[in-house]
């Protein structure tokens, strides 16, 4: 009954590759969110989305694209993927953007 | 768009002592601010938070202080215990349009000597 999920856990991929990842929240939260980490552990917000309203941080490539199928996913589309992308990558969710529910992470590597 | 600063960037305690860390924020709207707390390999999970019209909170070892005309906030840990040794993030609320949108301080990573 995990609350937040994503898959998949890791992803090893080549530089130029098209990749996705999953997120799933079964907390009926109106508001799912993309988070990337990098290697010095700082949080940047990729994007804000709910049944209304998609909300993209400026800095985002728009190699990177979210889609909601519905209000429990979220899934995070990347498009020619490059070294830079390496990093975690956190879904979460909210109940009108209070507290944030964050899945377990993806690990994303660009050889 | 809203700014979040969190100092120290490191924190390095001998178990038992406390430990503080401090936040400021720029966008007067923001109204929500949690501290959230990310051991290594782990997601990041909220452990305290605050809104507006609270001066201060407090949980067991855990509290938080929130100064709105500085727009300052801060987190203090008291009698730390080596599993406190995590990176604690903090983070402020704020509108944009018709969602909330937080936005982190860079984190500190609390190291608890044994």
């Known amino acids: 009954d995990t609350a937040v999920s994503q898959t998949p856990k890791y992803l090893v991929t080549q530089m130029g590759n098209d990749k996705s990842i999953k997120c799933e929240q079964n907390?009926?939260?109106?508001?799912m969110y993309w988070y990337k980490q990098d290697s010095k552990k700082f949080l940047k917000i990729m994007f804000s989305?709910?049944?209304?309203?998609?909300?993209i941080n400026e800095t985002v490539p728009n190699r990177f694209s979210p889609k909601s199928p519905d209000k429990a996913h979220l899934n995070l589309h990347i498009n020619s993927l490059e070294l830079g992308d390496s990093a975690v990558y956190f879904c979460a969710s909210s109940h009108s953007g209070e507290t944030q529910y964050f899945g377990p992470g993806t690990r994303l590597l660009v050889l | 768009g809203e700014n979040v600063e969190q100092h120290p960037s490191t924190l390095s305690v001998q178990e038992g002592d406390s430990a503080v860390i401090k936040c400021t924020y720029s966008d007067s709207a923001s109204n929500y601010f949690p501290w959230y707390k990310q051991e290594l390999g782990k997601r990041p999970q909220l452990i305290i938070d605050?809104?507006?019209?609270?001066g201060e909170k407090k949980d067991q070892r855990i509290a938080v202080t929130l100064n709105k005309t500085a727009k300052h906030f801060s987190l203090h840990i008291t009698e730390t215990q080596p599993e406190d040794s995590a990176v604690y993030f903090c983070a402020a609320m704020h509108a944009s349009g018709g969602s909330y949108i937080p936005t982190f301080g860079r984190g500190t990573s609390l190291i608890v000597h044994p």
């Open positions: 605050i809104r507006s019209n609270v």
């Open positions: 989305y709910n049944n209304k309203e998609l909300i």
């Open positions: 907390l009926g939260h109106d508001t």
